[in-house]
């Protein structure tokens, strides 16, 4: 079965009701041998393309990673990336924000990060929590040291929403390309997960009773997801629902899109100039001698 990007790509300007989107779809393999395959023709084919990146020098590709808790994220970012050389890729992960960071904006301390040309940077969480967890806990907004909240929680996301699409559009037209994806996990799938956490003694540290108590929260962050894919999906920076019940296929559907976007870049390496041919043979006829 060909996998086809466009079948999870959300499109600028639509409307998103995550109960639409399947949290599972038929198997892209027919076997875990097949699976075995195909991820790692993906690897491979990534491992070629992302050595262009890294000689054309041209571009810098960011990948964001969002999801409810347990959907697979570090899976997929191990499995898809397991091939790219390390000297070209780098991955944060954000938590809370220290006090430092909670000196400046929300958007400082990712934008630290971000990657430079020829280089593929990997964000697992990123300034979007400021959009999802705040929204579902707004008592967070009191330490960030807002000025005019009074003007209403509301004011306070939307206004988030115009400065990521803003910073996306200004990366976008500096060469970096933005990919987002949000892993979309049933309930029903997470509870099994965290069972499994519980019942596996090398899983046990994955999992604590804050895990369950965010689960209280799914409404809420099922909105807060809906309303924030909604608003900052575009054609520069386009979000990609992946349904993440099956993690074999979340991580085919994933390396896909990643592949899709490199390949569209029609990246190739630097042509040498006839000066610089010359150069290369003057060099030759030395090492020869």
């Not at 967070?140 to 209403?152: M, P």
């Amino acid at each position: 079965m060909k996998i086809e990007s466009a079948d999870f790509l959300v499109k600028e300007g639509a409307t998103v009701a995550l109960d639409d989107w399947p949290t599972k779809v038929a198997p892209m393999y027919k076997s875990k041998a097949r699976y075995q395959k195909l991820l790692s023709d993906h690897v491979a084919r990534l491992s070629a393309q992302q050595q262009l990146l890294y000689a054309s020098n041209q571009y810098a590709i960011l990948l964001i990673f969002q999801a409810m808790d347990a959907a697979g994220k570090d899976g997929v970012i191990r499995h898809v990336m397991s091939g790219i050389n390390p000297q070209g890729c780098q991955v944060f992960s954000y938590k809370h924000p220290s006090p430092a960071e909670l000196q400046h904006d929300f958007l400082w301390r990712t934008t630290r990060d971000l990657p430079e040309r020829g280089k593929i940077g990997i964000f697992n969480r990123s300034y979007y929590e400021e959009v999802l967890i705040v929204r579902v806990h707004p008592e967070i907004l009191l330490s960030q040291k807002l000025v005019n909240t009074d003007a209403g929680q509301k004011d306070v996301w939307q206004e988030r929403y115009q400065s990521i699409v803003g910073l996306e559009r200004h990366l976008h037209a500096n060469g970096t390309r933005i990919v987002k994806f949000f892993l979309h996990l049933s309930k029903e799938e997470q509870r099994k997960r965290f069972l499994e956490r519980i019942d596996t003694p090398e899983k046990n540290w994955k999992f604590s009773q804050a895990d369950l108590d965010e689960r209280k929260f799914w409404n809420q962050y099922a909105t807060a997801y809906e309303d924030c894919i909604e608003a900052t999906s575009s054609s520069v920076a386009p979000w990609y629902i992946v349904p993440a019940d099956d993690k074999e296929n979340t991580r085919l559907i994933v390396s896909q899109i990643v592949l899709d976007t490199l390949e569209s870049l029609k990246l190739s390496y630097p042509q040498s100039s006839a000066a610089r041919r010359r150069e290369l043979l003057s060099i030759r006829k030395q090492l020869a001698k």
